[in-house]
């Protein structure tokens, strides 16, 4: 698969990541198989940057996953057929004060042997709102969130929620916490999702210092936020 750049150049793509081949995040990956069904939402707007949502680079690792674009999520054929499916479980990844969490009894009971289809809207918070308020039939689901405070180690993101975490994070978290209720299995290593998602980290900081260098094109406004060089993590 082809693309044309911005520089109107045309660079190879991985069709998996839809990266170009040379910066391709599919070495990174490894599935996991921990018998959750992830659904991620995207705005269509958002769909098409990469550097919003980390959803993408999630389902990279997460076999039985898949990605829905919409705004209006009430007339999404396959997300019907997916909540009608008498082998799921739907939860929507949400913070509510009357939501599931692992530490809250009987969740297990709950779901009764189903398979858990945990839906994440892969949004900024902004656009989250919207297909929430659009999206009914997704936002009266069983609600579930963590016990767990986390913190995104996704630093060059600016949340205006400091807590919010990222996708890929919010995927990460939940395996981790289903596991402590025994609804996933604890032999599964949720791991390869957090090295994906340093790998991303390293190289879009990379990217921005490349940038700041002139060794890249330079598309952003002049301010301090894109002119000072980032600290690339070593993880
Ligand atoms: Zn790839």
Known sequence: MKIQDDNENYRQLCFKCMRPISSCY????????????????????????????????????????????????????????????PQYYPVLLYPSPDAWTCS????????????????????TWFCSKKILRFSTNINSLPKFSFTGNYKSIFTF???????????????????????????????????????VFKQMIKFQLQKENDRIEGKLPNSHAKDWKYTRKKEIPNF
């Open 26 to 85: 599919c070495k990174y990956t490894a599935p996991i198989n921990c018998g959750i069904k992830f659904v991620f939402l995207m705005h269509p707007k958002e769909a098409k940057k990469q550097r919003t949502g980390t959803g993408r680079l999630a389902s990279l690792c997460l076999p039985e996953s898949e990605i829905l674009m919409g705004i209006d999520f009430t007339k999404n054929k396959r997300l019907e057929e997916l909540l009608n499916d």
């Open 104 to 123: 809250k009894e009987g969740f297990k009971e709950t779901i009764q042997g189903k398979k858990l289809l945990a839906i994440i809207v892969d949004s």
């Open 157 to 195: 993101k600016h949340e205006p929620q400091e807590y919010c975490v990222s996708t890929i994070e919010t995927c990460y978290y939940l395996i981790k916490e289903l596991q402590s209720t025994g609804i996933v299995n604890k032999e599964i290593s949720p791991e390869p999702l957090m090295t």
